[in-house]
Each structure stands twice: as structure tokens, then as C-alpha cells.
């Protein structure tokens, strides 16, 4: 069989890169329902002149849950309870699940945060006053966060999409396929995935999974 | 390089096995929440002497959802209208998923339909009556149903597991571990999920789905 010799050294490597990451693991954060507002959002529902109360800290640094919950409503439902996570941002933004949105009646794109245009709009119910955004409402597509020294550490490139397993050798083992990988001296090592795809995989927060 | 001669061959011979399975598409079938009746627990529940009454066929021939519902009750909420399967069965099972568990507040296990030794106790509300089993709560276990004709043309065996990809190329592409197959004259060749994993994997409702 003629072959290239180039072709054998390339595979060889990309194979010994895959089993140098995979012995690595990371930690899941499950993304519950949650919004980041607008100072001119925060105003409308909330009361000009307040600020939002810390509830605890999440793992990315910088952020942090709130005390301040709204509701949000569609053509079929409404959901109560949904928790700021602040600071405020400079566009409003709503993460829900594919299974939250079946129970609101809305069908919300799946995108990386932030790119919220063209994205759905939904009524936003606080306690202050209740507004309409036309965009916003989003089902956060999964990612992983890397530290620049986790990323080198694994050998990572912001932007790369990888693949993840996750409940080894348990009856829901999966593999998440097209898992964006982020990088930024901002992050903490996470993957992030919604309560839809926890429960299928039946992750639990700070579980670890392996890129694969 | 030494190589066992029989062991190329036995490897071709799964490759060839994989590629012709690969390429026969199987339909997504959403198992939503629902139940199974004893006939003693239907008397508690909606009455002695009456009857189901068929709301719409399922797709495993002889299944039928019917009109009634219930509703289920944990320590944490409520769960309301929940749809009967009928026929009646030998034991009362209540099917559904981890986030609907998340929501009672019960910790129900992974089980495949009918093995309820040990499984989950709930309160069942009906119009005629509450009840309290003492185990018949349960997630199901994904699986595939199969005609033995389709199993015989995919080459599959009963109680194989095997993985199966699904939303190729979508962001929430995924490949399912560990999925059971099922092989009965009874069945029609159908990939059930739960609306957690169906949810996860962006699938609807007849979908197709491959084994890889």
C-alpha cells in the first residue's frame, strides 16, 4: 500500500493531542433559566435609581446571581422565577431551554451569547413594570470556558469545536458533539450545558467530563 | 508488524456490519410523560366498572393514549395532566422524565419499562380517588423497538446495545450511548427518548435517527 509518510506523522499527532486532552477533566456548570439586562430593562422593571442585590457568585469570575427574579410570558405560558445574573450587560438577554420554551409557546433560536440578532421576543413581567423585547430570548448554545494557561495546558484555539463525553459507562452516557470552546483571561475552566442537556446526560453540577 | 489474520477479518467483517446499519434510518418517537394502570389501581382512580376511552393510537401497534389523565404529587410540586397508555397492565408504571422528577422533588431511577422492583413510590391523584404505589415511578431507559424483520435486516439482536447519532451536523448534534434494542413481532422499528434527551438533541417527533 503506498501511503503517505506525512499522512502517518500528522495522525499519529492529532491522535497523542486527543489522548493528552482527554486525561484532563472538566467541570460541569448546568445553566438554569437565567437573564442579563439592560440598564435601560433594569430601569423599566425594576425602578430607576435601584441596584441589583448579590445572591451568590457563579463560577465565572466577575458574575454573579442576584437577588432580582422576573417572569417572562409567550402565546402559551408564562414561567415565574427567572434569576438576573449581573452585572448588566450592554443588550438584554434571556437564556431558557428547549423545554421552557415548549411551555411558553416560543421558539427561540440556539446561539452563542451575545449574538442576539434576529433572536425571539418575549415579554418580560417585573416587579416595577413589564416590557416587551423584541430579541433576546435565546437557548444558549454549550460551550466550554478555558483560562488561556487551561487552554495552552490542553491544547486549545478559542473558536475550535470539539466533542465531549459525558456519564461514562452510566446508562445515558452521551457524547456531545459540536461543543464550541472558549477562551478568554476571564474564564475558569466549565462546560456549560443547559438543564435539557444535564438531564439527558444526567450531569449534575461539578460533575467531570473528558474531551474526546 | 505480527498480526492475527482472523483478527483483520473479524474487524472488516463489524466495519461492513456498522456501514450497512448505519445507513437505514430509524424514527425518533418522544415518549412524554405518561402511565401504565393495574386494573386495581384504575378502580381507585377513575371508578369501578368504567372504562378507558381512546384518545389516539401510538405507534407500537396495540398501545393506545387515552382521554384519562392524572395528576402526580412529590415532596417538592405537581405534576398535572398526565396521559394514561391503555391497555391496562400487570403493574402501575408512571414514565417520565428527569426534569419533571426535578419538579416534584423525587428521585426516580433509569429503569426499562416493567422492571419496578425497587423503583420510585408517588402520590397519584385521580377523579375518583388518590392512591399511593410504593414503587412504579421510573425514567426509561432509552431504546429502540424493532420488528424481528427489521432486526433481521439491520443485524441486530435482541438486548444489543448500541450507539446512535443524532442531528448530524445541527449544534446540538449528539451520539446516544448505550441504547438498548428491542426485539418483538409487537414492535415497530422506533428510537424512544425522553423529552430531556429529545430536547438535548433538538429532535421532533419522527425524525430519523441512525446507529453508528
Same mark, same amino acid.
Given at each position: ?55 451568590? /457568585?457563579?463560577?465565572?469570575?466577575? &458574575?454573579?446571581? $442576584?437577588? #432580582? ?16 445574573? $449581573? ?13 421552557? /420554551? ?32 423584541? #430579541? ?9 470556558? &478555558? ?66
Amino acid at each position: 500500500m503506498d501511503q503517505d509518510p506525512k499522512l502517518a506523522e500528522k495522525i499519529t499527532e492529532e491522535i497523542a493531542k486527543r489522548l493528552e486532552r482527554s486525561k484532563s477533566d472538566i467541570p460541569v456548570g448546568i445553566s438554569n433559566r437565567h437573564f442579563h439586562l439592560a440598564q435601560e430593562d433594569w430601569d423599566a422593571l425594576f425602578g430607576k435609581g435601584t441596584e441589583p442585590r448579590k445572591f451568590r /457568585a457563579v463560577k465565572q469570575p466577575g &458574575f454573579w446571581a $442576584a437577588h #432580582e427574579v422576573v417572569a417572562i410570558e409567550g402565546p402559551k405560558g408564562r414561567i415565574d422565577n427567572i434569576r438576573l445574573v $449581573a452585572p448588566h450587560r450592554a443588550k438584554t438577554q434571556i437564556e431558557i431551554s428547549k423545554t421552557d /420554551a415548549q411551555i411558553i409557546g416560543l421558539k427561540p433560536p440556539i446561539r452563542d451569547s451575545g449574538d442576539l440578532a434576529g433572536s425571539t421576543g418575549v415579554r418580560i413581567i417585573g416587579p416595577k413594570g413589564t416590557i416587551e423585547v423584541k #430579541e433576546g430570548l435565546i437557548i444558549a448554545r454549550r460551550h466550554i470556558h &478555558f483560562h488561556p494557561l487551561e487552554a495552552k495546558a490542553m491544547n486549545i484555539k478559542d473558536g475550535e469545536v470539539v466533542r465531549v463525553r459525558a456519564g461514562i459507562n452510566g446508562q445515558r452516557e452521551l457524547v456531545f458533539e459540536q461543543v464550541l470552546c472558549r477562551v478568554s483571561d476571564k474564564f475558569s475552566l466549565e462546560l456549560h450545558v443547559d438543564t435539557d442537556e444535564a438531564n439527558a446526560a444526567w450531569l449534575k453540577n461539578g460533575d467531570n467530563v473528558n474531551i474526546v
